[in-house]
């Protein structure tokens, strides 16, 4: 039986742990047994530019810090070595820990992971991690609002060249019309 102390360190872990586990809208449990230190360094830096919370965590401590968040299903995950990515962005800790598993075949491997409260399969993160970076979606729909009026624009100048005026001077004379 461990002394009051380190009991005490525990139960504070495992409280620190439950807070950041039902702070964060997603989750992914990792085995990293074999990655060198430069992976794990670069593994770190990714999920500090991303503000995902990467962390090494004891099995026992985290199985108790799931059952007091209501995710007891994932105890069964919890053996080997084990690291924890939380965040409030759904798809960042996937799509950095599935890279990292691509990488790293046979020393990085996901065990599964969680969302908004709920234990998720494997093909659930690998769905997510699946889904672009947010500054890429942006672009992806502001270029699909874009095409029809990019479209429109370059028919409008065809027509006005066809014409024999310069588009220019098409322009010119489109403006007072539309006032």
């Known amino acids: 039986m461990p002394n009051a102390k380190v009991l005490s360190e525990k139960q504070a872990i495992v409280a620190q742990l439950t807070e950041k586990i039902q702070k964060a809208t997603a989750g992914v449990i990792v085995d990293y047994k074999g990655i060198t230190v430069e992976e794990d360094t670069a593994l770190r830096k990714e999920c ?3 503000d995902v919370d990467y962390a090494v965590v004891k099995n026992t401590l985290l199985r108790f810090a799931f059952n007091n968040t209501g995710l007891s299903d994932l105890d069964g995950l919890l053996n080997g070595t084990t690291s924890l990515a ?5 798809v960042a800790p996937a799509r950095i820990m599935a890279n990292y598993a691509k990488k790293l075949e ?22 997510l991690a699946a889904i672009p970076a947010l500054p890429i979606l942006q672009a992806q729909v502001l270029g699909t609002m874009l095409a029809p009026i990019t479209g429109l624009a370059v028919v409008l100048k065809q027509i006005a060249e066809k014409n024999g005026a310069p588009a220019e001077a098409a322009a010119e004379e489109a403006a007072p019309a539309a006032e």
């Open 106 to 127: 046979n020393k990085f491997e996901i065990k599964g992971g969680f969302m908004d409260g709920k234990a998720v399969d494997l093909d659930t993160i690998k769905s």
């Open 48 to 50: 500090r530019e991303n």
């Open 86 to 90: 939380l965040s409030d962005d759904v």
